[in-house]
């Protein structure tokens, strides 16, 4: 048996993984989380596609679309690596 990595860093950054057959409280817990990762990324690709269409953008808001984006990104690829891990066992 292997560790899942959480969806989640510890206070210094660093990878946290549970032990455990997937049933408990804190699987169910980074299931939830992240289900919310993938659902917030398709949000933010929405609105992304609707703020560039425009065309009128500033450099601070392309700056601050560009930095929810890179946040997103990096949830995601958390989540596909420890997913990807899983059905590897």
């Known amino acids: 048996m292997s560790g899942r990595l959480l969806p989640w860093t510890g ?4 990878p946290g993984y549970l032990i455990g057959d997937g049933t408990g409280y804190v699987s169910r817990l980074a299931d939830r989380i992240e289900s919310t990762h993938l659902g ?10 609707e703020l560039l269409a425009e065309q009128r953008l500033t450099v601070e808001e392309l700056r601050f679309l560009a930095r929810r984006l890179s946040e997103s990104l990096r949830d995601v690829k958390r989540v ?7 059905l590897s066992d």
């Open 11 to 14: 206070a210094d950054g660093k």
């Open 80 to 86: 596909a690596e420890s997913r990807g891990a899983r």
């Open 40 to 49: 917030m990324a398709g949000d933010l690709l929405d609105h992304a596609d």
